[in-house]
């Protein structure tokens, strides 16, 4: 069992950035696949960003691409969402997920991969 805790929400200004954390705790030793989903008022939770265990590379919704960087730490414990250029449409509240699958990368996107999830964190674009 692993629990997963958000951070580093709050209120931006379009164009502005953010960067949103999660940290992993409880069976750490296991390494992770990790991604980040999000959820505005109204809509289906979507797929942001995700990091599969076995290669760290990580993938992107088309929506975020060039602008979303997903990274991890060396102790892969802590998942990274860096947010640059970030528009109204952004807003959410952003959710960390975790697996101890290694899904392919088409699978990525699917809540339904992953087992654990945090209890998100609220991103406001607005001016």
């Known amino acids: 069992q692993v629990q997963l805790a958000e951070s580093g929400g709050g209120l931006v200004q379009p164009g502005g950035s953010l960067r949103v954390s999660c940290a992993a705790s409880g069976r750490t030793s296991r390494t992770y696949t990790m991604g980040w989903f999000r959820q505005a008022p109204g809509a289906d939770r979507e797929f942001v960003a995700a990091i599969r265990r076995a290669d760290g590379h990580p993938s992107y919704a088309d929506s975020v691409k060039g602008r979303f960087t997903a990274s991890r730490n060396s102790a892969r414990n802590v998942l990274f969402l860096q947010m640059n250029s970030l528009k109204p449409e952004d807003t959410a509240v952003y959710y960390c997920?975790?697996?101890?699958?290694?899904?392919?990368?088409?699978?990525?996107?699917?809540?339904?991969?992953?087992?654990?999830w945090g209890q998100g964190t609220q991103v406001t674009v607005s001016s």
């Open positions: 997920a975790a697996t101890e699958s290694n899904p392919i990368t088409g699978a990525l996107k699917w809540a339904s991969t992953y087992d654990y």
